[in-house]
C-alpha cells in the first residue's frame, strides 16, 4: 500500500512539473509576441528603396532626433537610479552608525526605602509611612545561648579524650541518651 502511494505521488509530481514546463514555455512565447508587437509600434520597418537622396537625409534627421530623445530619457532614467542607490546606501551607513553607538546602560541595584517607593507610586501628596519591622516577630538573644552552652573549657582537652575508639563511644553513647 505505502509503495503505491510513493509510485502515485512520483507520477503527480511528474506531472506537475511537465505542467510547470508547459507553463514557462508558453510564458516564453508570448513575451517574444508583445516584444515584437513593442517594437513593430515604436520601430515600423524602414522601406528605403524608393527614396530619394533628400528624403533619405531627413529620415536620417529623424531617427537621429528620436535617438537623441531616447538617450536622454536613458541618461535622466540613470541619474535617478544612481541618485537612489546613493541615497540608500547613505542610509544603510547611518543605520549601521545607530546601531553601533548605543550601548546598554550597566544597571546598578539601588537601594530605595519603602517611604521612598510608595511615595514615587502614590505621588509626593500622600505621605504613607509603612513600618515593615512592626509585624517581624522578636527574638530574645539569651534564648539562642541557653540552648547551646558555651564550653569554656581547654579545647585540646576535649580533642584529647575525644580521639580514638574511646572517644568514639563517648560521641555514640552522648548520641543514643537522649533519645531513650
Not at 540613470?78 to 548605543?102: C, P, W
Not at 517607593?117 to 522578636?138: P, W
Amino acid at each position: 500500500e505505502q509503495t503505491l502511494t510513493t509510485v502515485q505521488s512520483v507520477c503527480v509530481c511528474s506531472l506537475m512539473v511537465a505542467k510547470a514546463k508547459e507553463e514557462l514555455e508558453q510564458e516564453v512565447v508570448v513575451k517574444e509576441e508583445e516584444k515584437q508587437n513593442y517594437l513593430s509600434e515604436r520601430a515600423p520597418p524602414l522601406n528605403t528603396s524608393s527614396l530619394s537622396l533628400a528624403q533619405l537625409q531627413d529620415l536620417c534627421r529623424e531617427l537621429h532626433a528620436k535617438i537623441d530623445v531616447v538617450d536622454e530619457e536613458r541618461y535622466d532614467i540613470e541619474a535617478k537610479v544612481m541618485l537612489n542607490t546613493r541615497e540608500i546606501k547613505d542610509l544603510n551607513i547611518k543605520v549601521l552608525d545607530l546601531r553601533g553607538k548605543f550601548k546598554r546602560p550597566s544597571l546598578r541595584r539601588v537601594r530605595v526605602s519603602a517611604d521612598a517607593i510608595l511615595r514615587s507610586l502614590l505621588g509626593s501628596k500622600h505621605k504613607v509611612s509603612m513600618d515593615l519591622r512592626a509585624n517581624l516577630k522578636s527574638v530574645k538573644k539569651e534564648d539562642t545561648e541557653k540552648k547551646r552552652p558555651v564550653e569554656d573549657s581547654d579545647w585540646r582537652k576535649n580533642v584529647e579524650a575525644m580521639s580514638g575508639m574511646e572517644g568514639r563511644k563517648k560521641m555514640f553513647d552522648a548520641a543514643k541518651g537522649p533519645a531513650q
